[in-house]
């Protein structure tokens, strides 16, 4: 339970960093980026590969490499 619960903490951290970063990057630019179909259905796959490994999660790394080639 308290490894969910700190794993939950890192994504929510994960996402308020990434939200931050995007309005800084926002404000300094006059257009918006757009991330690329590929870069999503990605996220959403390493999203789900952590759904499924929930008590045994992959490593950054591990994730980065199961995302790209699955």
């Known amino acids: 339970m ?4 700190y794993l939950e903490g890192k994504v929510l ?3 308020a960093l990434l939200i ?4 800084q ?3 300094a ?3 918006p ?3 690329k179909s590929n870069d999503v259905e990605r996220i959403h796959l390493a999203k789900d590969i952590l759904s499924k490994q929930i ?8 994730l980065a ?3 790209q080639y699955t």
Request: charge should be positive; charged fraction near 30%.
């Open 55 to 62: 008590a045994d999660p992959p490593s950054l790394r591990q």
């Open 29 to 31: 630019t006059a257009s």
């Open 25 to 27: 990057y926002c404000t």
């Open 65 to 67: 490499r199961m995302s």
């Open 33 to 35: 980026r757009r991330l």
């Open 2 to 5: 308290m490894k969910r619960m």
């Open 20 to 23: 931050d970063q995007e309005i």
């Open 13 to 15: 951290e994960l996402l």
